[in-house]
C-alpha cells in the first residue's frame, strides 16, 4: 500500500476555497485515490475518488497531476459543518484501507 | 443507497464481561467487512478483515482470541470483545465492501467503555 503524507491540521474561515494536499510518491498502477471525511464519534463518509486528471462532484474536486504522486482536495465555499478530519488513501480494489492521520480542517465564522 | 449500521452505537460493561458488535450492510452484499478502532484524536486503526464464510485476517499486534469476528452472512458481521479491559475502550467502526466495488462503506461506529 502505498503511504500517504497530508498537513496535520488546516485553518479556514466560512466561504473561502480550502486545497488539502496529500503526497503519496509510491503509488502503483493500479492504485485509486479517494478522500475521506470524518465528523467527532462517526463513521468516515465517502467524499470523492479518482484516477488521473480532474473529477468533480457535488461536494468537491480532486486535481491529480500526471505523475500521480500527489492529489489535492478542493472544497469549494466551506461552512463551519466543514469542520472535520480529512483523510486521503490510495490502493487498488484488492487492498484493504490504511489510514494515515488525516488533516484537520477547522473552519472559523 | 450503501447503508451500514452498527449496534449497539455505545455500550458500557465491566471489566472481565465480553461485548458483541453488530455491522450489517443493510441495501448491498458485503462480501468483505473491514474492523477498525480508532481511539480519541487519532486516526483508525485495521483490526481485522473479515471474507464471509472465512476466517478473518487479524492485522499485526491484534489478538484474535480477544477479539472474535465472525462474519456468517453476506450482511452481517459481528465483533466480541472478550474479558474486556478498561484499555479496550475505544470508538469501534466497521465497514463492508461489496465483491465488484472498491468503495467501503463505513458503519456509524460503537462507542465501548469498560469500567
Known amino acids: 500500500l502505498a503511504k500517504t503524507t497530508q498537513p496535520i491540521s488546516m485553518d479556514s474561515y466560512e466561504g473561502q476555497e480550502v486545497n488539502i494536499t496529500c503526497s503519496h510518491n509510491?503509488?502503483?498502477?493500479?492504485?485509486?485515490i479517494t478522500w475521506y471525511q470524518q465528523f467527532p464519534s462517526q463513521g468516515p463518509r465517502f467524499i470523492i475518488q479518482?484516477?488521473?486528471t480532474k473529477v468533480t462532484n457535488e461536494v468537491a474536486s480532486l486535481f491529480i497531476p500526471a505523475d500521480r504522486k500527489s492529489s489535492t482536495l478542493s472544497l469549494p465555499r466551506v461552512s463551519l459543518s466543514d469542520t472535520a478530519v480529512y483523510y486521503c488513501l490510495v490502493g487498488d480494489d484488492t487492498d484493504k484501507l490504511i489510514f494515515g492521520t488525516g488533516t484537520r480542517l477547522q473552519v472559523f465564522p | 443507497g450503501a447503508v451500514v449500521s452498527q449496534h449497539p452505537s455505545w455500550v458500557i460493561c465491566k471489566s472481565g464481561t465480553s461485548v458483541k458488535i453488530e455491522c450489517r450492510s443493510l441495501?448491498?452484499?458485503?462480501?468483505?467487512m473491514f474492523w477498525y478502532r480508532q481511539f480519541p484524536k487519532q486516526s483508525l486503526m485495521l483490526m481485522a478483515t473479515?471474507?464471509?464464510?472465512?476466517?478473518?485476517?487479524?492485522e499485526q499486534g491484534v489478538e484474535k482470541d480477544k477479539f472474535l469476528i465472525n462474519h456468517a452472512s453476506l450482511t452481517l458481521s459481528t465483533l466480541t470483545v472478550t474479558s474486556a479491559h478498561p484499555e479496550d475502550s475505544s470508538f469501534y467502526i466497521c465497514?463492508?465492501?461489496?465483491?465488484?466495488?472498491?468503495?467501503?462503506?463505513f458503519g456509524p461506529g460503537t462507542r465501548l467503555t469498560v469500567t
Open positions: 441495501d448491498f452484499q458485503a462480501t468483505t
Open positions: 473479515s471474507n464471509e464464510g472465512s476466517k478473518a485476517t487479524y
Open positions: 479518482g484516477y488521473k
Open positions: 465497514s463492508a465492501r461489496s465483491g465488484d466495488r472498491y468503495e467501503q462503506y
Open positions: 509510491n503509488i502503483a498502477t493500479n492504485d485509486y
